[in-house]
């Protein structure tokens, strides 16, 4: 069975510019979550989707956003790119809502701001 | 607010030997638990999920423990091998009063190397 899988592996963008970033789930998994991982902050959710909607959100501002498609695939998309939004992006996949089921996470995206 | 505490942040120890890494956590109302390892630069990889009535998970050489009540987890590895060196996180998925929706919180990790 595959696993989740992100793309692309890596980005360079510069400050105002946009960026979007794609998951495909585990197959027959229902529910895709982002988190967002620095040195400084460490591991931080994003938002979950589960059948197309937003289910769930952290704490980031509206430039934030994503989507979910009716095959699970989820994209994130931020706009008006910041220094500060460098991180590593990891999508993580579940069966049904994450309050009850295990994740499992994609290998991330590693977006860099110039 | 939830917060994730992980003690020691690193940690080293020969082959061979038996280790406990922590977790504390401050609000016990919460769903479930899950360890993960993540290696340098990678994703994380699921060890074990222990829901909110469940005391205790194992998988192999590994056992973790719950106890809502004092806010603590712990996660055991038997038998440590240089393999096992990684970053190693609990996540705390907890409720918050009056809806449907649950907050995750990370913990900074605990940075495991085993020396050969």
């Known amino acids: 069975k595959a696993g989740v899988t992100q793309t692309p592996r890596y980005l360079i963008k510069t400050r105002g510019q946009q960026v979007t970033l794609s998951c495909s789930p585990i197959s027959g998994h229902r529910s895709v979550s982002w988190y967002q991982q620095t040195p400084g902050q460490g591991l931080q959710f994003l938002f979950e989707y589960f059948s197309e909607t937003q289910r769930n959100k952290g704490n980031f501002p509206g430039r934030f956003s994503g989507r979910q498609f009716s095959n699970s695939r989820s994209e994130m998309n931020v706009s008006t790119l910041e220094l500060g939004d460098s991180a590593l992006y990891l999508c993580?996949?579940?069966?049904?809502?994450?309050?009850?089921?295990?994740?499992?996470f994609g290998p991330g995206t590693r977006l860099t701001v110039l | 607010k939830q917060e994730v505490t992980q003690i020691p942040a690193a940690l080293s120890v020969p082959e061979g030997e038996n280790l406990v890494l922590n977790c504390s956590f401050t609000?016990?109302?919460?769903?479930?638990l899950q360890w993960f390892r993540q290696d340098p630069g990678k994703g994380l990889t699921s060890l074990l999920l222990i829901q909110s009535s469940q005391r205790e998970q194992t998988s192999g050489r590994l056992n973790a423990s719950l106890d809502k009540s004092s806010g603590r987890s712990t996660l055991y590895i038997a038998a440590s091998q240089p393999g096992d060196s990684a970053t190693y996180l609990c996540?705390?998925?907890?409720?918050?009063?009056?809806?449907?929706?649950?907050?995750?919180?990370f913990g900074k990790g605990t940075l495991l190397t085993v020396n050969p």
């Open positions: 609000d016990s109302a919460i769903y479930n």
């Open positions: 993580a996949s579940s069966l049904d809502r994450v309050a009850y089921n295990e994740q499992f």
């Open positions: 996540a705390v998925i907890g409720g918050v009063s009056g809806g449907s929706n649950y907050k995750l919180t």
